[in-house]
């Protein structure tokens, strides 16, 4: 075991799924924050357990040539990011690697290389934020969680995001600091403004700003309208009821004060109308990436009948409906449901239809209807499929699965049991959708064999 507090002279080798560096100390891993692979560091060791510590750099030896200079001031405070400290290419070498290293392992493959659809830009993607509100000595401030804690770190101004979504944050602070809002104190459980989440459309720039509060109503709300309609774009203003203790950030109920409560974004050429509590991509152009791919592995004929589950707002469902005969979409958030009705309308899309349950117990009961889909494509939350969806896949046997991933080791978990089921990994991918942050997508085609 190591001793806490002892330097240690070590290598990067490797890095974790959440972008830490890895290195082997006396046959114990430690996991380094701001580390690159194949950096000769010195390290104090924080955490210390049988198997495995924690520490951080106190020196580096040997400097990776992919080190930069940090272009975020709080880089290193904030747990929003991971890779500041290292250049673009190492992270989507890093994130590709990831993908090919779980496939490999979990699901027996032999991939020697693992594509990723890079991203363009670092800067301002995200089209989504959920700022955390604090407060220290009567003064509210919002940012975001400094990592493994719900210490909020303040920043003007957060690169990723659009400069909209920030003057959005100023402006409600301002606001709040003016007519004395309360932040709300989790530990107390008190005061009333928990998150400011905003959503802007990529395409039409309209902004939607939802306030999560412990209450039912916020003061002055004139006020702050007056405030934010001063902000290019800013469209609806939405409260969120969130009443209860936890980590949840959203409340299940929203309350218009201003606009429509929702927004319109344009993705693959069609339009979408978007709640705030349905999903959507955060990063506008590599999602139409990431979509175009799905389409092209998914290979559509006319005939083709496509279940898509975990359909969220329909994105994916729509975009292949021209290609498809008909296509089914499956999610399990009722706003999001009646938005991917609303889309198909708006769109002129007939040949789609949604149902608003669970993805396995949906499938399986389609199963048992006969419905027998050519083609299925999931895009299931970080935890992967459900044994219910890959239960309903077997017994329909579709020709080809096409699996949109945000955590290559569900994927590769999953794609295990799907090849035990009888289909071949056919191709895979890893896009990058979150530049700067350790988490990677992946796409893979599997064919019935
Ligand atoms: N394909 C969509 C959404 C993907 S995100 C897009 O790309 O925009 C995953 C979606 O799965 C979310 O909309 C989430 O609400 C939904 N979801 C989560 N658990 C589910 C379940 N058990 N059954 C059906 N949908 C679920």
Redesign the pocket.
């Known amino acids: 075991m190591l001793t806490k507090n002892e330097i240690y002279e070590a290598v990067i080798t490797d890095y974790t799924a959440e972008g830490q560096g890895i290195a082997h100390i006396e046959g114990c891993a430690v996991f380094i924050p701001n580390a690159i692979a194949g950096e000769r560091v010195r390290v104090r060791i924080e955490k210390a357990q049988k198997t495995w510590a924690a520490g951080k750099i106190t020196e580096i030896l040997e400097k990776s040539p992919h080190r930069v200079n940090r272009e975020c001031p709080v880089a290193k405070l904030c747990g929003g990011c991971d890779f500041w400290h290292m250049d673009y290419e190492e992270e989507t070498r890093l994130k590709a690697e990831r993908v090919k290293t779980c496939l490999n392992r979990m699901a027996g493959e032999q991939l020697e290389e693992m594509p990723i659809l890079a991203a363009p830009t670092c800067f301002g993607y995200r089209n989504k934020a959920q700022y955390p509100v604090a407060q220290k000595k009567g003064r509210a401030y919002a940012g975001f969680f400094r990592a493994g804690t719900h210490q909020v770190v303040e920043n003007d101004r957060c690169y990723i995001l659009p400069e909209q979504t920030d003057a959005v944050k100023t402006a409600v602070m301002d606001y709040v600091n003016q007519y004395r809002v309360t932040a709300y104190d989790e530990v107390a459980h008190k005061g009333l403004l928990r998150h400011i989440y905003v959503r802007r459309g990529a395409v039409s720039g309209e902004i939607l700003v939802c306030l999560v509060i412990n209450g039912e109503k916020i003061p002055r709300p004139e006020e702050l309208i007056q405030r934010l309609k001063k902000i290019p774009g800013f469209a609806t203003l939405v409260l969120s009821v969130n009443t209860k203790k936890g980590n949840a950030v959203l409340g299940d109920r929203f309350l218009t004060l201003h606009g429509k409560g929702y927004i319109e974004d344009t993705l693959c050429g069609l339009t979408f109308r978007l709640s705030p509590r ?4 955060v990063n506008h152009h590599q ?1 139409q990436r990431l ?1 175009q791919a799905a389409i092209d592995l998914a290979g559509i004929t006319k005939e083709d009948l496509v279940l ?10 729509l975009a292949m409906a021209s290609a498809a005969g008909r296509v089914i979409g ?4 009722p706003q ?1 449901v009646e938005d991917a009705r609303d889309n198909a309308r708006r769109n002129g899309i007939e040949n789609a239809e949604f149902l608003c ?4 117990a ?1 499938a399986l009961e389609l199963e048992k209807q006969g419905i027998r889909p050519d083609v299925v ?1 999931v ?3 970080r935890k992967g499929l ?1 044994a219910d969806a890959i239960e309903a896949m077997h017994r329909m046997n579709p020709r080809r699965i096409v699996y ?1 991933s ?1 955590d290559p080791a569900t994927l590769a978990r999953d794609a295990a049991l799907l090849k035990q089921h009888g289909y071949r990994l056919q191709t895979a991918m890893a896009a990058d959708l979150f530049p700067r942050c350790a988490h990677v997508e992946s796409i893979c085609c599997l064919v019935r064999e």
């Not at 349905?278 to 991509?281: G, L």
């Not at 898509?308 to 469902?317: A, E, K």
């Not at 349950?357 to 396995?360: K, Q």
């Open positions: 349905s999903f959507y991509q999602a979509y898509d589950l975990y359909c969220g707002v329909g994105t994916i469902t499956v999610e399990v958030i999001a349950a669970d993805a396995g949906a494509v895009d299931p939350p459900s949109v945000c």
